[in-house]
């Protein structure tokens, strides 16, 4: 079974700048991992996916403010968010799964609690 632990969430202020951590415990092979958020009264979205191999993905709003990023031999993953925005107020999960490459909610097959970032205006 695997676990995974999000760290780095907080208040900031709009423009500001925070970095997301996810421990993953338990696995025995490489995943496929990514950052989801879900704000109040919306459903859960992809942030940004990284493959086993290093392939990233990011959701159009994290384009060019976010970077995600992995270390495997410390089965961690990361999130560094720039020039935030209030819009981007959410908790954010940190997921994975094995197999096949895939970011769809639906797909994934472990989860974080995750940790809530909130972006004052």
């Known amino acids: 079974q695997v676990q995974l632990v999000e760290s780095g969430g907080g208040l900031v202020q709009a423009g500001g700048s925070l970095r997301l951590s996810c421990a993953a415990s338990?696995?025995?092979?490489?995943?496929?991992m990514g950052w989801y958020r879900q704000a109040p009264g919306k459903q859960r979205e992809l942030v940004a996916g990284i493959t086993s191999g290093g392939t990233t993905n990011y959701a159009d709003s994290a384009k060019g403010r976010f970077t995600i990023s992995r270390d495997n031999a410390k089965n961690t993953m990361y999130l560094e968010m720039i020039s935030l925005k209030p819009e981007d107020t959410a908790v954010y999960y940190c997921a994975a799964k094995s197999g096949r490459p895939s970011f769809f909610v639906s797909d994934m097959e472990y989860w974080g609690k995750g940790t809530l970032v909130t972006v004052s205006s």
């Open positions: 338990g696995n025995r092979f490489i995943l496929h």
